[in-house]
């Protein structure tokens, strides 16, 4: 398997626009998260979905960032409108099983200018 | 809530040397997962080494290995004959039932040649 695939790599944005980051999971797995990681607050856990279905949401900052799942293999956390503070290196991992090692995509490092 | 401790923002190592990087947790389970985690430049999440509470031997893979004190809620990783290639920043992660990963804020660690 090719481990967890995102992308875009690297995406710079204008302050206002819309940005959406991708994620294929590993095939099989069950569950998918999306992480974020700044240097002042760390790896910070955005959303989980199981079997495509959002389960905890709770970490996601505002009402401009929002996470679909539509297949077992396809994710996308979009950001609308996307602001400077937004700026991170956003990851997606995935599990088979909730408490088991989770697989990290290569992130997403995202700058709002 | 659980949380993940390293105390250590930075650390050297000569090459072929041994290194050792804390981490300590908090939590009132009994039963729960630790893990170290490497992110070299790349960005990669690498998972390095796993343990389980419940087991009172020691993880070792190859050159990385544990010590894990459960009473002292401490949960080290040692690194021998460390080589270039292990620069990186390493991450503590707590799991119990129940909670989702929890991650310290990372040490980043140098190989000096």
């Known amino acids: 398997d090719a481990g967890v695939i995102q992308s875009p790599r690297h995406e710079v944005t204008e302050m206002g626009q819309e940005v959406t980051l991708r994620c294929k999971p590993i095939?099989?797995?069950?569950?998918l998260f999306w992480y974020r990681q700044t240097m002042m607050r760390g790896l910070e856990l955005l959303i989980y979905?199981?079997?495509?279905?959002?389960?905890?949401d709770s970490g996601m900052p505002e009402d401009r960032f929002s996470a679909k799942m539509p297949n077992a293999s396809f994710s996308t956390l979009k950001i609308q409108p996307s602001e400077p503070r937004d700026s991170a290196v956003y990851f997606c991992?995935?599990?088979?099983?909730?408490?088991?090692?989770?697989?990290f995509g290569p992130g997403t490092r995202l700058t709002v200018l | 809530a659980q949380t993940v401790t390293q105390s250590q923002p930075e650390m050297s190592v000569q090459e072929a040397e041994t290194v050792t990087l804390s981490c300590t947790y908090d939590?009132?389970?009994?039963?729960?997962?630790l893990f170290w985690y490497k992110q070299p430049p790349s960005r990669q999440m690498i998972l390095v080494i796993r343990?389980?509470?419940?087991?009172?031997q020691n993880a070792t893979e190859n050159r990385f290995s544990v010590n894990f004190q459960k009473a002292a809620k401490s949960f080290s990783l040692k690194i021998s004959d460390s080589q270039l290639g292990d620069a990186a920043m390493y991450f503590c992660?707590?799991?119990?039932?129940?909670?989702?990963?929890?991650f310290g804020p990372g040490t980043r660690l140098s190989v000096l040649p």
């Open positions: 991992a995935s599990s088979l099983g909730r408490y088991n090692e989770q697989f």
């Open positions: 095939s099989g797995h069950d569950y």
């Open positions: 979905f199981n079997n495509n279905v959002p389960i905890d």
């Open positions: 939590t009132s389970e009994s039963d729960y997962y």
């Open positions: 343990q389980e509470a419940y087991k009172q």
């Open positions: 992660a707590f799991r119990n039932y129940g909670q989702n990963f929890v």
